[in-house]
């Protein structure tokens, strides 16, 4: 199972056309994953941080190690369970 996090940092223009997001709503549609990844942060990349683990992209390298992320856009839909009572 996929593990998503919420961004703390917004995207650039680039990132926002390669995800091919017309409205960007960080809080609905786009949301970082785990790319396996566990290095010292060069900049633009997205890393994982925080008390409340968030994505937040690196401005300049960083010489700590962080979990490298990934940034995707996701489609969230909404399941009826039936049971049998």
């Known amino acids: 199972m996929t593990t998503f ?9 680039k ?3 390669e995800l091919e997001t017309a409205c960007y709503n960080p809080k609905r549609e786009i949301k970082a994953i785990l790319t396996g990844d566990y290095r010292n ?8 941080s925080g008390s ?10 960083i010489s700590v190690p962080y979990h490298i992320l990934k940034i995707v856009k996701t489609k ?10």
């Open 15 to 17: 990132e926002a056309i």
């Open 76 to 85: 969230t839909k909404k399941i009826t369970i039936t049971e049998i009572a």
């Open 5 to 13: 996090y919420e961004l703390g940092d917004e995207l650039n223009l």
């Open 52 to 61: 409340i683990p968030t994505a937040y992209k690196a401005v300049r390298d």
């Open 41 to 48: 942060p060069r900049e633009g990349d997205w890393y994982l």
